[in-house]
């Protein structure tokens, strides 16, 4: 209501002023566009709600076709005058196309992000470069013994560069007082880095612009891991993170300060920031395990395990995200029971129904992976509840999951026809919807094996051949030794000596590389403590400590980015000899 109260006063100025200045067909104008804005203002903040809360399919939809339709409404030379709203939208789009699985219409939205931003980044460049011209000519200009000639010249310049920046920056006057520095919570700021929404009375902000461009860097790494385009995605990483790194010194989070010792008015930004840092940290992991990189991968859960334990209450539910990520590298180095208990514990720290599922599906694969009849029955007892409720869940990333776990335990339970049906249906949901060429590959993998064991080689080659080529696109050691494996066991079969001897030397050279990474691993100090069957030990704030850290009511919540974000972390390939030695036992099978 406040707020209402505030922007009728508002539009009573401007009408006022209108009045004085204005026809009245350009004062229908202006009234016209201020209303439009207004309504895309509430339209963004209604979808926001609508997308942390999900309760229904179609009022998500609803709200989202509303923001198309009033944006769309907005003129062009308007928008422009709405970057924080622009940013906002577009944003929102993307978490929910990516709640959806749609990546292919979430891409414009991506494009435009990135777009959006490299200009705002110039164009902010350009106002610090004048207000800094400003500032040597307001030193030139106090001087007492300016010739008046010279002091007439510079006081033209002096009014064209700030007629400039009112252009620039959409400021209403430019004085001394209009150039001082914004604020966002305690963070003194200079002119021109404020991503406001849109002209006042809605020139507030959704978040600071540093903290706008870190989650860009992050969208843009979230969709070009999958697709293995790990250049960039490195760049913007640690793009993002020296962003971060900036703003937390600016809060005085230094080396060796916990959330304790922040002040109150930190307590909240801090919290952003944080978030943002773990979700690049995420990032990194996932692409580091996925090129084999054990020890940077190491690196990187150590960072995150250190700003765990100096922010516990503020990264509180990221604990569970380190859990998973235990679980990942201890797959990816084969310690697959330590990578079950991993995420089992994971599970037990999430509220989150998508996570849940997620982690249980990858300790489905470590218990499938160890290949003892208790360890199979551990993963159907975790597979089960997961898929008689995969069609629940928006968008595929759950149900392409389980349909990789429960088509890899029928495998190994020699039900090889129904095995493939399950993998093939996974394999079409992942290409179409995710674009996980990591994943790909290794349905490809699964699929080529199993035409081999059916006899079908003319696929089986064909496949296999498929999935080399991406794992070798990823730099994926383990699943082209994977490949490698199954297409020396199809050249066997057929007969093909000369293929299967050279193919037999590659996979060699490649398990020594692997083997050589498996080493380093180990002997890292980091090893041990990264797998071992603990959870984090963690320093309880006092009363006094947590209520203080929680003073605000928004410090529990993150920014809602979905769980596609940093959840879709590709399942480590399990080893080759225990994929590819189908199990000739027939151990009893259960069936979901």
């Not at 001394?176 to 520095?181: I, K, V």
């Not at 249906?425 to 590959?441: D, E, K, M, P």
């Not at 980015?561 to 390939?573: F, T």
Request: proline residues 3%; glycine residues 4%; hydrophobic residues 40%.
């Amino acid at each position: 209501m406040s707020h209402l109260l505030c922007v009728n006063c508002q539009l009573s100025t401007m009408l006022n002023k209108i009045k004085d200045n204005l026809c009245f067909a350009s004062a229908l104008s202006v009234i016209s566009c201020f209303i439009i804005m207004e309504q895309m203002f509430f339209a963004t903040s209604i979808l926001h709600v609508r997308l942390m809360q999900w309760d229904d399919d179609n009022l998500v939809e609803q709200a989202v076709n509303r923001c198309n339709q009033i944006w769309e409404s907005i003129a062009p030379d308007k928008r422009r005058q709405c970057p924080g709203l622009l940013f906002y939208n577009e944003l929102l789009h993307i978490f929910y196309r990516l709640r959806l699985c749609d990546y292919k219409n979430a891409a414009p939205h991506v494009d435009n992000l990135d777009a959006a931003m490299k200009i705002d980044m110039q164009q902010t460049q350009r106002i610090q470069e004048l207000v800094k011209e400003l500032n040597t000519l307001d030193q030139s200009l106090s001087r007492s013994d300016l010739h008046y000639r010279d002091r007439t010249a510079l006081s033209k310049k002096q009014t064209m560069i700030q007629e400039q920046l009112q252009n620039m920056t959409g400021l209403s006057s430019i004085g001394q007082e209009s150039l001082q520095p914004v604020y966002f919570g305690n963070v003194r700021r200079i002119i021109g880095d404020k991503l406001q929404l849109a002209p006042p009375p809605i020139d507030g902000e959704w978040l600071p612009k540093s903290a706008v461009y870190a989650l860009v860097d992050l969208i843009v790494v979230v969709f070009g891991r999958p697709k293995g385009l790990f250049k960039e995605c490195a760049k913007r990483i640690q793009s993002g993170m020296n962003i971060i790194q900036d703003e937390l010194l600016k809060l005085g989070i230094t080396d060796g300060v916990r959330e304790v010792d922040l002040q109150h008015s930190s307590i909240w930004m801090a919290g952003v920031y944080l978030m943002l840092l773990i979700q690049f940290l995420e990032n990194k992991v996932a692409i580091e395990l996925t090129r084999a990189e054990f020890v940077e991968a190491q690196e990187a859960l150590v960072q995150m395990k250190n700003w765990f334990m100096r922010f516990p209450t503020i990264l509180q539910a990221c604990e569970c995200i380190f859990e998973m990520l235990r679980g990942q590298y201890a797959h990816s180095v084969g310690c697959y029971h330590e990578a079950a208990f991993h995420f089992i514990e994971a599970v037990k720290l999430t509220d989150s129904k998508s996570m849940q599922a997620m982690c249980q599906v990858y300790a489905a694969v470590s218990y499938i992976c160890i290949g003892d009849a208790e360890s199979s029955s551990q993963a159907l007892d975790l597979i089960g509840p997961v898929y008689g409720v995969m069609d629940s869940f928006v968008g595929v990333r759950e149900k392409t999951g389980v349909l990789f776990a429960y088509g890899l335990l029928l495998m190994k339970q020699q039900d090889l026809q129904e095995a493939r049906n399950r993998l093939a249906r996974g394999l079409q949901l992942t290409h179409t919807y995710l674009g996980n060429l990591q994943f790909v590959s290794q349905y490809l993998t699964i699929l080529g094996s199993l035409a081999l064991a059916l006899h079908d080689t003319v696929q089986a080659r064909e496949i296999l051949r498929s999935s080399l080529t991406l794992a070798k696109k990823l730099y994926d050691i383990p699943t082209q030794i994977w490949v490698l494996s199954v297409l020396t066991a199809l050249y066997k079969e057929l007969g093909e000596r000369g293929n299967e001897m050279e193919n037999a030397e590659y996979q060699n050279k490649k398990l020594e590389d692997l083997q050589r990474r498996l080493a380093n691993a180990h002997a890292s100090i980091y090893h041990i403590e990264i797998i071992d069957k603990v959870r984090l030990e963690v320093h309880q704030l006092n009363d006094l400590d947590i209520k203080r850290a929680m003073a605000d009511p928004t410090m529990g919540v993150n920014l809602d980015i979905p769980e596609s974000i940093g959840l879709s972390a590709p399942l480590s390939a399990p080893s080759s000899s225990r994929l590819v030695d189908i199990d000739t036992r027939r151990r009893g099978k259960r069936r979901i």
